[in-house]
């Protein structure tokens, strides 16, 4: 059930991106505008959910057919970041490095999802006070609830991939507890501790951010 949740919520984003204009102010730099996840992120994080080819192929070249809308970075960085580990999944310095690179894409996200929300509660403060004044029509109100839906998905879309490369990182953590290691190696996994540790507190972060998301929504 699970993963079909997942599969409907990639879906949700690549529609939502379609939408540009109207809705909250799209000024600024926290929202960024790109060609939705695009194809070849469309087709990794369903894969990720455990999608068959033929259904993420479907999703990807829907992905490439549609508009540019409100898309965030994370999940095209997470699929350029394993095309460079590739090859190198066991070795513990390039998984390090893969980690940190990660960490920093994660950082970056929540600082443009956290600006994001900012400037969504001021439009929605506006969109509530005509909603108290009687001068927005049914239609803008719809289109509002719509567009709110869709940062919201989009944020959702990001971490369904952390929460994917959390995992990966979590098996490859356990994998190394069964090995044995000299003091350099200890040093490297107490640092890749340290950095998975990171990675879930960052997790935790995008979640609490996603929510504030659905809270505006829920105000109109």
Known sequence: MRKIIGLLLISMVIAGCAATGGGPDRSGTAALECGVVGAGGGFLACKLLGGSDAM??????????????????FASNYEKRR??????????????????GLNEDSEKLNRELNARVDEISQHTDRTVE?????????????????????????????VVVQEAALADMKRFQAEQLHKTSGVEDKALHAELDAEIQKQERLLEETKRTTTAFASQRQRI
């Open 83 to 100: 095309k460079e580990l590739a090859g190198k999944e066991n070795d513990l310095d390039a998984r390090l490095t893969y980690v940190q």
């Open 56 to 73: 993420c192929a479907g999703i990807a070249a829907g992905a490439a057919t549609v508009g540019g809308g409100v898309c965030y970075g």
């Open 130 to 158: 005509q909603i108290q004044q009687g001068t927005i029509s049914s239609q803008q109100l719809a289109k509002e609830r719509e567009t709110l839906l869709k940062e919201e998905t989009a944020a959702k879309e990001q």
